[in-house]
Protein backbone atom coordinates (compact mmCIF):
# COMPACT_ATOMS: atom_id res chain seq x y z
CA UNK A 1 0.00 0.00 0.00
CA UNK A 2 2.87 2.27 -0.58
CA UNK A 3 4.38 4.72 1.87
CA UNK A 4 1.53 4.69 4.42
CA UNK A 5 2.96 5.46 7.37
CA UNK A 6 2.97 9.21 6.12
CA UNK A 7 -0.42 8.82 7.53
CA UNK A 8 1.19 8.78 11.17
CA UNK A 9 2.39 12.15 11.91
CA UNK A 10 5.15 10.97 14.58
CA UNK A 11 6.73 8.44 12.71
CA UNK A 12 6.95 11.20 9.78
CA UNK A 13 8.81 13.60 12.33
CA UNK A 14 10.95 10.41 13.51
CA UNK A 15 12.13 9.97 10.34
CA UNK A 16 12.74 13.88 9.95
CA UNK A 17 14.31 14.63 13.12
CA UNK A 18 15.49 11.82 15.42
CA UNK A 19 16.97 8.96 12.58
CA UNK A 20 19.95 11.19 11.77
CA UNK A 21 21.36 11.16 15.29
CA UNK A 22 20.41 7.99 17.06
CA UNK A 23 18.74 4.90 17.30
CA UNK A 24 15.40 4.79 18.65
CA UNK A 25 13.17 2.37 20.08
CA UNK A 26 9.86 2.33 19.46
CA UNK A 27 6.42 0.84 20.87
CA UNK A 28 3.73 0.71 18.52
CA UNK A 29 0.21 0.89 20.26
CA UNK A 30 -2.75 0.46 18.62
CA UNK A 31 -5.86 -1.53 18.84
CA UNK A 32 -6.02 -4.88 17.09
CA UNK A 33 -6.26 -4.84 13.33
CA UNK A 34 -5.05 -1.13 12.85
CA UNK A 35 -1.84 -2.17 10.94
CA UNK A 36 0.74 -2.81 13.89
CA UNK A 37 2.47 -5.87 12.25
CA UNK A 38 1.87 -4.35 8.30
CA UNK A 39 4.22 -1.18 9.80
CA UNK A 40 6.38 -3.65 12.20
CA UNK A 41 7.48 -5.70 8.83
CA UNK A 42 8.36 -2.95 7.22
CA UNK A 43 11.34 -2.43 9.59
CA UNK A 44 12.44 -6.20 8.13
CA UNK A 45 13.50 -4.62 4.48
CA UNK A 46 16.73 -2.42 4.33
CA UNK A 47 15.49 -0.78 1.49
CA UNK A 48 12.41 0.68 3.23
CA UNK A 49 12.86 4.28 4.74
CA UNK A 50 11.08 3.15 8.16
CA UNK A 51 14.26 0.82 8.09
CA UNK A 52 16.36 4.34 8.72
CA UNK A 53 14.66 4.79 11.98
CA UNK A 54 16.14 1.58 14.13
CA UNK A 55 19.52 0.36 11.51
CA UNK A 56 20.72 3.86 10.38
CA UNK A 57 21.16 5.28 7.11
CA UNK A 58 23.79 3.41 5.74
CA UNK A 59 22.99 -0.04 3.76
CA UNK A 60 26.90 -1.39 4.36
CA UNK A 61 26.69 -0.90 8.09
CA UNK A 62 23.00 -2.20 8.67
CA UNK A 63 23.21 -4.57 12.11
CA UNK A 64 21.10 -7.70 11.90
CA UNK A 65 17.67 -7.74 11.78
CA UNK A 66 15.29 -10.34 13.57
CA UNK A 67 11.50 -11.05 14.05
CA UNK A 68 9.88 -12.51 16.63
CA UNK A 69 6.01 -12.88 17.26
CA UNK A 70 5.52 -13.07 21.12
CA UNK A 71 2.38 -14.69 20.93
CA UNK A 72 4.09 -17.88 20.11
CA UNK A 73 6.68 -17.73 23.18
CA UNK A 74 6.57 -20.40 25.35
CA UNK A 75 5.41 -18.86 28.85
CA UNK A 76 8.52 -17.24 31.09
CA UNK A 77 10.77 -17.80 27.50
CA UNK A 78 13.38 -14.99 27.14
CA UNK A 79 13.28 -12.76 24.55
CA UNK A 80 16.76 -12.48 23.67
CA UNK A 81 17.94 -15.71 21.69
CA UNK A 82 14.18 -16.47 21.06
CA UNK A 83 13.90 -15.58 17.35
CA UNK A 84 15.67 -17.72 15.16
CA UNK A 85 18.11 -17.03 14.18
CA UNK A 86 18.56 -15.66 17.91
CA UNK A 87 19.81 -12.06 18.52
CA UNK A 88 23.46 -12.62 20.47
CA UNK A 89 24.64 -9.93 22.81
CA UNK A 90 27.27 -7.42 20.75
CA UNK A 91 29.95 -6.65 21.98
CA UNK A 92 30.96 -3.06 22.39
CA UNK A 93 32.36 -2.00 19.22
CA UNK A 94 29.33 -3.99 16.83
CA UNK A 95 26.58 -1.49 16.01
CA UNK A 96 23.62 -3.40 18.24
CA UNK A 97 21.09 -5.80 16.55
CA UNK A 98 17.38 -5.03 15.59
CA UNK A 99 14.85 -6.72 17.41
CA UNK A 100 11.08 -6.39 16.34
CA UNK A 101 8.93 -8.12 19.14
CA UNK A 102 5.19 -8.23 17.89
CA UNK A 103 2.57 -8.77 20.32
CA UNK A 104 5.05 -7.48 23.41
CA UNK A 105 1.87 -7.08 25.16
CA UNK A 106 1.27 -11.12 24.70
CA UNK A 107 4.98 -12.16 26.29
CA UNK A 108 3.77 -9.90 29.60
CA UNK A 109 0.71 -11.09 30.07
CA UNK A 110 2.29 -14.84 30.00
CA UNK A 111 5.31 -13.76 31.83
CA UNK A 112 4.29 -15.74 35.91
CA UNK A 113 7.75 -15.46 37.75
CA UNK A 114 10.28 -12.64 38.40
CA UNK A 115 10.14 -9.19 36.67
CA UNK A 116 9.80 -8.85 32.98
CA UNK A 117 10.43 -5.14 33.58
CA UNK A 118 14.32 -6.05 34.48
CA UNK A 119 14.21 -8.44 31.29
CA UNK A 120 13.27 -5.33 29.00
CA UNK A 121 15.66 -2.57 30.46
CA UNK A 122 18.31 -5.12 29.41
CA UNK A 123 17.10 -5.11 26.18
CA UNK A 124 17.07 -1.63 25.83
CA UNK A 125 20.73 -1.49 26.44
CA UNK A 126 21.77 -4.40 24.05
CA UNK A 127 19.36 -4.26 21.34
CA UNK A 128 17.29 -2.17 19.06
CA UNK A 129 14.10 -2.79 20.03
CA UNK A 130 10.88 -2.43 17.88
CA UNK A 131 7.44 -3.88 19.72
CA UNK A 132 3.85 -3.33 19.03
CA UNK A 133 0.82 -3.59 21.54
CA UNK A 134 -2.34 -3.56 22.13
CA UNK A 135 -2.12 -0.93 25.36
CA UNK A 136 0.54 1.56 26.28
CA UNK A 137 3.22 1.05 28.85
CA UNK A 138 1.05 2.21 31.72
CA UNK A 139 -1.70 0.06 31.35
CA UNK A 140 1.14 -3.07 30.83
CA UNK A 141 2.30 -2.32 34.37
CA UNK A 142 5.49 -0.73 33.45
CA UNK A 143 7.04 1.11 36.90
CA UNK A 144 7.45 4.32 36.89
CA UNK A 145 10.42 4.06 38.91
CA UNK A 146 12.04 2.37 36.07
CA UNK A 147 13.97 5.56 34.43
CA UNK A 148 15.90 2.91 31.61
CA UNK A 149 12.30 2.43 30.28
CA UNK A 150 11.93 6.13 29.29
CA UNK A 151 14.53 5.00 26.02
CA UNK A 152 11.23 3.33 25.00
CA UNK A 153 8.88 5.75 22.06
CA UNK A 154 5.75 5.19 22.18
CA UNK A 155 4.24 5.88 18.94
CA UNK A 156 0.00 6.19 19.00
CA UNK A 157 -1.51 4.22 16.12
CA UNK A 158 -5.51 5.07 15.35
CA UNK A 159 -7.02 6.24 12.51
CA UNK A 160 -5.87 7.21 9.17
CA UNK A 161 -5.52 10.68 7.70
CA UNK A 162 -8.14 11.67 5.45
CA UNK A 163 -5.53 12.29 3.11
CA UNK A 164 -3.39 9.58 3.18
CA UNK A 165 -6.04 7.31 2.11
CA UNK A 166 -7.35 9.61 -0.36
CA UNK A 167 -3.58 9.29 -2.26
CA UNK A 168 -4.40 5.45 -2.05
CA UNK A 169 -7.17 5.22 -3.50
CA UNK A 170 -6.23 7.68 -6.49
CA UNK A 171 -3.65 5.39 -7.21
CA UNK A 172 -5.83 2.13 -7.12
CA UNK A 173 -8.83 3.98 -9.32
CA UNK A 174 -6.85 5.73 -12.09
CA UNK A 175 -7.95 2.92 -14.59
CA UNK A 176 -11.58 3.86 -13.40
CA UNK A 177 -14.52 6.08 -14.91
CA UNK A 178 -14.77 9.55 -12.90
CA UNK A 179 -12.10 8.12 -10.38
CA UNK A 180 -13.20 11.16 -8.43
CA UNK A 181 -16.77 10.40 -7.92
CA UNK A 182 -15.74 6.84 -6.80
CA UNK A 183 -12.73 8.23 -4.43
CA UNK A 184 -15.81 11.10 -2.32
CA UNK A 185 -17.76 8.12 -1.86
CA UNK A 186 -15.33 5.70 -0.52
CA UNK A 187 -13.63 8.19 1.42
CA UNK A 188 -15.91 8.23 4.19
CA UNK A 189 -16.89 4.37 3.83
CA UNK A 190 -13.09 3.44 4.70
CA UNK A 191 -13.37 6.01 7.48
CA UNK A 192 -9.55 6.12 8.10
CA UNK A 193 -9.29 2.55 9.12
CA UNK A 194 -6.17 0.75 8.42
CA UNK A 195 -8.42 -2.53 7.93
CA UNK A 196 -10.94 -0.92 5.79
CA UNK A 197 -8.58 0.70 3.33
CA UNK A 198 -6.32 -2.80 2.82
CA UNK A 199 -9.73 -4.83 2.01
CA UNK A 200 -11.04 -1.69 -0.21
CA UNK A 201 -8.09 -3.25 -2.46
CA UNK A 202 -9.80 -6.96 -2.46
CA UNK A 203 -13.55 -5.36 -2.57
CA UNK A 204 -12.38 -3.75 -5.90
CA UNK A 205 -10.80 -6.49 -7.04
CA UNK A 206 -13.93 -8.43 -6.43
CA UNK A 207 -15.99 -5.99 -8.21
CA UNK A 208 -13.74 -5.87 -11.44
CA UNK A 209 -14.24 -9.69 -11.39
CA UNK A 210 -17.90 -9.34 -11.33
CA UNK A 211 -17.71 -7.12 -14.73
CA UNK A 212 -17.69 -8.00 -17.93
CA UNK A 213 -14.05 -8.61 -19.35
CA UNK A 214 -12.50 -4.63 -19.79
CA UNK A 215 -15.14 -2.94 -18.43
CA UNK A 216 -13.88 -0.63 -16.26
CA UNK A 217 -15.51 0.41 -12.30
CA UNK A 218 -17.60 3.30 -12.60
CA UNK A 219 -19.88 5.31 -10.23
CA UNK A 220 -22.95 2.80 -11.16
CA UNK A 221 -21.02 -0.19 -8.91
CA UNK A 222 -20.85 1.96 -5.80
CA UNK A 223 -23.79 0.17 -3.87
CA UNK A 224 -21.59 -3.64 -5.19
CA UNK A 225 -18.56 -1.93 -3.66
CA UNK A 226 -20.24 -0.95 -0.44
CA UNK A 227 -22.14 -4.38 -0.39
CA UNK A 228 -18.43 -6.44 -0.77
CA UNK A 229 -16.87 -3.69 1.68
CA UNK A 230 -19.26 -3.81 4.49
CA UNK A 231 -20.38 -7.49 4.36
CA UNK A 232 -17.79 -9.34 2.51
CA UNK A 233 -14.50 -7.76 3.91
CA UNK A 234 -15.70 -5.27 6.64
CA UNK A 235 -17.33 -7.75 8.79
CA UNK A 236 -14.43 -9.34 10.51
CA UNK A 237 -13.35 -6.04 11.48
CA UNK A 238 -17.34 -5.00 12.97
CA UNK A 239 -17.83 -8.54 14.52
CA UNK A 240 -14.00 -7.62 16.48
CA UNK A 241 -15.21 -4.37 17.55
CA UNK A 242 -18.94 -5.44 18.63
CA UNK A 243 -17.50 -8.14 20.56
CA UNK A 244 -15.01 -5.95 22.34
CA UNK A 245 -17.52 -3.55 23.03
CA UNK A 246 -19.89 -5.82 24.51
CA UNK A 247 -17.62 -7.42 26.39
CA UNK A 248 -16.36 -4.24 28.25
CA UNK A 249 -19.81 -3.22 28.54
CA UNK A 250 -20.40 -6.13 30.46
CA UNK A 251 -17.32 -6.17 32.52
CA UNK A 252 -15.60 -3.15 32.59
CA UNK A 253 -15.79 -0.73 35.40
CA UNK A 254 -13.93 1.75 33.73
CA UNK A 255 -16.42 2.08 30.82
CA UNK A 256 -19.55 3.07 32.52
CA UNK A 257 -22.62 3.96 30.29
CA UNK A 258 -20.64 2.87 27.31
CA UNK A 259 -23.83 1.63 25.39
CA UNK A 260 -25.72 4.26 26.28
CA UNK A 261 -22.94 6.70 24.48
CA UNK A 262 -23.07 4.22 21.54
CA UNK A 263 -26.77 4.72 21.15
CA UNK A 264 -26.38 8.56 21.24
CA UNK A 265 -23.43 8.39 19.10
CA UNK A 266 -25.99 6.79 16.20
CA UNK A 267 -27.96 9.83 16.06
CA UNK A 268 -25.19 11.97 15.25
CA UNK A 269 -21.82 13.80 16.01
CA UNK A 270 -21.39 14.26 19.94
CA UNK A 271 -19.79 17.51 21.29
CA UNK A 272 -16.78 16.56 23.51
CA UNK A 273 -17.52 19.56 25.82
CA UNK A 274 -21.23 17.90 26.66
CA UNK A 275 -20.24 14.50 28.03
CA UNK A 276 -20.74 13.72 31.32
CA UNK A 277 -17.87 12.31 33.79
CA UNK A 278 -18.98 8.53 32.31
CA UNK A 279 -19.64 9.66 28.99
CA UNK A 280 -15.68 10.75 28.86
CA UNK A 281 -14.57 7.53 29.85
CA UNK A 282 -16.22 5.49 27.64
CA UNK A 283 -15.48 8.59 24.50
CA UNK A 284 -11.86 7.90 25.79
CA UNK A 285 -12.45 4.08 25.20
CA UNK A 286 -13.78 4.08 21.57
CA UNK A 287 -11.21 6.61 20.81
CA UNK A 288 -8.37 4.55 22.15
CA UNK A 289 -9.60 1.58 20.24
CA UNK A 290 -10.20 4.15 16.78
CA UNK A 291 -13.94 2.94 17.02
CA UNK A 292 -14.96 7.16 16.60
CA UNK A 293 -12.99 9.52 15.36
CA UNK A 294 -12.73 13.27 16.42
CA UNK A 295 -14.73 15.84 13.59
CA UNK A 296 -13.86 19.44 14.58
CA UNK A 297 -15.25 19.91 18.49
CA UNK A 298 -16.92 16.45 17.85
CA UNK A 299 -16.62 12.64 18.22
CA UNK A 300 -18.84 10.48 15.63
CA UNK A 301 -18.87 6.88 14.88
CA UNK A 302 -15.88 6.44 12.08
CA UNK A 303 -17.89 5.11 9.34
CA UNK A 304 -21.47 5.09 8.15
CA UNK A 305 -20.50 1.17 7.34
CA UNK A 306 -19.74 0.66 11.09
CA UNK A 307 -22.98 2.90 12.26
CA UNK A 308 -25.09 0.38 10.08
CA UNK A 309 -23.54 -2.12 11.21
CA UNK A 310 -24.49 -0.86 15.07
CA UNK A 311 -28.04 0.16 14.30
CA UNK A 312 -28.63 -3.46 13.06
CA UNK A 313 -26.80 -5.09 16.68
CA UNK A 314 -28.63 -2.97 18.79
CA UNK A 315 -32.27 -2.39 17.08
CA UNK A 316 -34.66 -3.74 20.06
CA UNK A 317 -35.76 -7.25 18.39
CA UNK A 318 -39.23 -9.02 18.35
CA UNK A 319 -40.26 -11.23 21.01
CA UNK A 320 -39.62 -14.82 20.12
CA UNK A 321 -42.92 -15.54 21.37
CA UNK A 322 -44.28 -15.57 17.83
CA UNK A 323 -45.48 -18.64 15.77
CA UNK A 324 -42.54 -18.80 13.61
CA UNK A 325 -40.30 -18.80 16.68
CA UNK A 326 -41.65 -21.60 19.06
CA UNK A 327 -39.09 -24.40 19.61
CA UNK A 328 -38.98 -27.80 20.93
CA UNK A 329 -41.79 -28.23 23.61
CA UNK A 330 -39.21 -31.06 25.71
CA UNK A 331 -36.19 -27.94 25.87
CA UNK A 332 -38.77 -24.88 25.26
CA UNK A 333 -38.25 -23.16 28.69
CA UNK A 334 -34.50 -23.18 28.24
CA UNK A 335 -34.28 -22.61 24.68
CA UNK A 336 -37.18 -19.37 24.78
CA UNK A 337 -35.23 -18.05 28.46
CA UNK A 338 -31.90 -18.18 26.15
CA UNK A 339 -33.44 -16.36 23.09
CA UNK A 340 -34.91 -13.79 25.49
CA UNK A 341 -31.64 -13.52 27.10
CA UNK A 342 -29.18 -13.02 24.01
CA UNK A 343 -31.21 -13.03 20.56
CA UNK A 344 -30.64 -9.32 20.61
CA UNK A 345 -26.64 -9.97 19.64
CA UNK A 346 -27.65 -12.36 16.66
CA UNK A 347 -27.98 -10.65 13.11
CA UNK A 348 -31.39 -11.35 11.57
CA UNK A 349 -29.34 -14.67 9.25
CA UNK A 350 -27.57 -15.81 12.29
CA UNK A 351 -31.03 -15.54 14.32
CA UNK A 352 -33.36 -17.41 11.41
CA UNK A 353 -30.51 -19.92 11.37
CA UNK A 354 -29.98 -20.31 14.83
CA UNK A 355 -34.34 -20.63 15.07
CA UNK A 356 -34.25 -23.31 12.34
CA UNK A 357 -32.29 -25.18 13.99
CA UNK A 358 -34.01 -24.92 17.56
CA UNK A 359 -37.07 -26.09 15.75
CA UNK A 360 -35.30 -28.68 14.38
CA UNK A 361 -33.03 -30.00 17.52
CA UNK A 362 -31.42 -33.44 17.34
CA UNK A 363 -32.49 -33.97 13.42
CA UNK A 364 -29.64 -33.55 10.56
CA UNK A 365 -30.18 -30.90 8.40
CA UNK A 366 -29.19 -31.06 4.97
CA UNK A 367 -26.93 -28.37 3.06
CA UNK A 368 -29.37 -28.21 0.31
CA UNK A 369 -32.24 -27.76 3.20
CA UNK A 370 -30.54 -24.79 4.44
CA UNK A 371 -29.71 -22.78 1.13
CA UNK A 372 -33.57 -23.39 0.49
CA UNK A 373 -35.15 -22.23 3.49
CA UNK A 374 -32.33 -19.93 5.11
CA UNK A 375 -30.31 -18.60 2.20
CA UNK A 376 -33.51 -19.03 -0.39
CA UNK A 377 -31.25 -19.75 -3.05
CA UNK A 378 -31.46 -23.48 -3.92
CA UNK A 379 -28.71 -22.99 -6.38
CA UNK A 380 -26.09 -21.68 -4.18
CA UNK A 381 -23.23 -23.52 -2.76
CA UNK A 382 -22.23 -25.38 0.14
CA UNK A 383 -19.81 -22.87 0.88
CA UNK A 384 -22.20 -20.30 1.31
CA UNK A 385 -23.81 -22.57 4.30
CA UNK A 386 -20.51 -23.52 5.74
CA UNK A 387 -19.52 -20.02 5.86
CA UNK A 388 -23.13 -19.38 7.78
CA UNK A 389 -22.64 -22.03 10.38
CA UNK A 390 -18.85 -20.72 10.93
CA UNK A 391 -20.01 -17.67 11.97
CA UNK A 392 -23.02 -19.04 13.68
CA UNK A 393 -20.24 -20.92 15.69
CA UNK A 394 -18.67 -17.96 16.30
CA UNK A 395 -21.66 -15.75 17.86
CA UNK A 396 -22.37 -18.81 19.94
CA UNK A 397 -19.07 -18.67 21.18
CA UNK A 398 -19.35 -14.81 22.16
CA UNK A 399 -22.16 -15.49 24.21
CA UNK A 400 -21.44 -15.94 28.02
CA UNK A 401 -23.27 -19.34 27.75
CA UNK A 402 -25.07 -21.61 25.34
CA UNK A 403 -27.75 -24.54 25.63
CA UNK A 404 -26.31 -26.75 22.80
CA UNK A 405 -23.72 -27.72 19.91
CA UNK A 406 -23.82 -27.49 16.44
CA UNK A 407 -22.33 -30.86 15.44
CA UNK A 408 -21.01 -31.69 11.52
CA UNK A 409 -22.83 -35.56 10.53
CA UNK A 410 -20.01 -35.51 7.95
CA UNK A 411 -21.59 -36.47 4.63
CA UNK A 412 -25.03 -35.13 5.49
CA UNK A 413 -25.53 -31.81 7.04
CA UNK A 414 -25.42 -30.04 10.43
CA UNK A 415 -27.02 -31.37 13.50
CA UNK A 416 -27.87 -29.00 16.71
CA UNK A 417 -27.73 -30.81 20.24
CA UNK A 418 -29.31 -29.30 22.70
CA UNK A 419 -28.08 -29.61 26.64
CA UNK A 420 -30.58 -30.98 29.07
CA UNK A 421 -32.51 -28.24 30.69
CA UNK A 422 -31.02 -25.95 33.27
CA UNK A 423 -27.98 -27.15 32.21
CA UNK A 424 -26.07 -23.92 29.92
CA UNK A 425 -22.53 -24.29 29.85
CA UNK A 426 -20.04 -21.51 29.78
CA UNK A 427 -18.00 -20.70 26.07
CA UNK A 428 -18.64 -24.46 25.41
CA UNK A 429 -17.97 -23.49 21.55
CA UNK A 430 -13.81 -23.35 21.62
CA UNK A 431 -13.98 -27.04 20.12
CA UNK A 432 -16.57 -27.12 17.19
CA UNK A 433 -14.57 -23.98 15.93
CA UNK A 434 -11.34 -25.60 16.00
CA UNK A 435 -13.22 -28.48 14.36
CA UNK A 436 -14.28 -26.44 11.69
CA UNK A 437 -11.28 -25.06 10.89
CA UNK A 438 -9.84 -28.56 10.39
CA UNK A 439 -12.98 -28.89 8.01
Not at 39 to 47: D, I, S, T
Not at 237 to 257: I, K, N, Q, R, V
Not at 297 to 313: D, G, H, I, N, V
Request: glycine residues 6%; negative net charge.
Amino acid sequence: MGALHFARPQLEWLLAEDAPRARTHLLLVGPPLTGKTYLLRRFLHPEDELARLVAGPDPTTRPPVRYLDCRLLESGAPLLGSSSPPVEEPDAATTPPVLLLDNFDAWLAGHQKGDPWREVAHLLRTVTLVATSSRPLRELGAPRSRADLDAFRQIFLHLLADQEVERVLRGWLATAQEPETLTSSLLPWIGGHPFLLARTADALADAAALLPPGQPLAPEHLPLLRLRLAEEHGRLLFDALWAEMEAAAHSDASTPGLMELVTRLLQGPVPLDALSPDQAQAMNWLLNRAMVRVEGTACRLFSPLWEAYLRERMAPQPRFAQPQTVVPETRGLDAQAFLTAHGRHFTPQERNLFLYFLERAGETVSVDELLEHIWRKPDGSARRVQEGIRRLRRRLATLPVTIGTIENDWGRGYRLELFPPGTAVATPQREDLDKEKRS
